[in-house]
């Protein structure tokens, strides 16, 4: 009885798991042996690395996630260490959440708008004689949109564990003589690496394939590995390329989650 | 006289329309044991804080080492504290943890390390240096914390319940050692605590505290054999208090029967209560007995049997006797003139030290 009843439970984890990781991953990896005529072959890996187009293309994709992740890292830090301060944090904390629950493709076209030659933000620079400028499609938008687009994800994380602090470590470090500086530098961000972690890693790993925002913010000028996979897939129609990017993709990914899941090792001191 | 290390003047402090600390004025000697003591809620944290500059005091003034140190933020105050939960910093080691107010204060490297070393062994804990705070246990993670707040060699340490976390072995254990510590340091202690026994063994002056204020300060046999009101009395230690009436000096009235005692200086006839420790009553027969009780149950408490009787009138009395007795017998008690103490209802604390000191010597 208790182990039908346990079977109830994990069923249907295991045919999700099975339905939906396993499987999709295993097809890609096996895609990415055919060539466009279905002929078993390694050409694919070999078009990858040896051209210098998708090894540019890869370096660019994490260029860009990492200009966009860092941004979103310099803003959400300090914001979330604000809000954590407040006295209606919850209030506050619920607001920055609240745009992560409007479509995305909704919020790029509200920018398209905003951003355009006779959008919002252009309207405010003539104001002070600035005249109208190209913001729309550029690289410099397409990082600020997408960044602003991942903040919320960044500010959660690292926001859950600032409040995890116990108020005592504080008290206990300005007791001992440190300034509030000297708290943030040697406590506080110390204290909340595991939440800058996770952070980073909800943050960094889709923006290495974001190909909706690179299109329509940043006009296609930038050619990320996402926007390559869907070029293959919708245009070109070769899978066994596409599916190539994306088995790249997957690995970067992994090795992206094991730097920056390193687990706390034994420090040695200078004794 | 000697200068006061610390003072509060008319301390108040108010959370929204309640008072957590109302009137407090006490001076705190260099080099002593001072223990705060009360229930709680009763405020006692809350003076440590205003001393440690968490919290700002609603009116009144704190004094340290003869300045005042109202607006002093807590990262300049002298003096350090160990927190009831220990606060030892998860990201540090026990070296890092304890060299912490060094780092911060810009002492060079060398010294540190000395520094270190020496605190380490003050808490017998040298060969924990590399440790990480996870693999201590309960008792080692509180010195390590006194290590950490003794380091920038303050010259007055607040102990916030340390010992509440710990067994009771070595709660005991740890009662000598601080004790111990603090007389190798030379420093003012103020401990903070709800456990009359801790504060009994290691303290050279107690406060007793309840509702924001304090209601008694004295030496721990001061407040133990002469505690100035029923909440006093019950507080500290166990107690046997009996209505009564004070018929003229030296001689008072209770449960129908007049005793002679060694209080005096009240109004002929007044109402009064009357505080009978458990072990100053004697056990005998019947017949020599001042009073007659009956047993009704007995605890063997190891040292001790722990015996609860009721007299005529129905009032429970609680006896230690080092010999046992039989359940259900009829028995007397004896005690003498002094085992009784006799308190006037709301006494002030300074009424009822000068009404001691007429009749004491």
Redesign the interface.
Known sequence: MTKQLKALFYTPYFVWLGLFVIAPVGLIVYYSFFNINHQLTLANYQTFFGSGTYLIMTANSVLYAFLITLIALLISYPMAYYISKLKHRDFWILLVILPTWINLLLKAYAFIGLLSQDGLVNKCFELFGFGPQQILFTNTSFILVAAYIEIPFMILPIYNSLTDI?S??I?????????TW?TIQ??II??T?PGVKSGVQIVFIPSLSLFMLSRLIGGNKVITLGTAVEEHFLTTMNWGMGSTIGVVLIISMVVVMALTNTKKK?????? | MEKPIIELQHVYKKYDDQYALKDISFKLNEGEFYTLLGPSGCGKTTILRSIAGFTEVTSGKVFFDGKEINNLPANKRKLNTVFQDYALFPNMNVYENVAFGLVVAGVAKEEIKDRVHNALKMVQLEKYVDREISELSGGQQQRIAIARAIINEPKVLLLDEPLSALDAKLRKDMQYELRDLQQRLGITFLFVTHDQEEALAMSDKIFVMNQGQILQQGTPVDIYDEPINHFVADFIGESNIIKGKMIKDYLISFLGHEFECADAGMQPNEPVEVVIRPEDLVITSSQKGKLQVKVDTQLFRGDYYEIVAVDDQGNEWLIHSTNPTKDDAMVGLTFGPSDMHVMRYNESESKFNNRLGTYED
Not at chain 1, 171 to 179: E, F, K, N, V
Not at chain 1, 266 to 271: E, F, G, N, V
């Open positions: 116990s005592s470590y008290r206990a470090s300005h007791d001992l003589g440190a300034t000297q040697k406590i110390p204290m690496l034994r420090r040695q001191t200078i004794w």
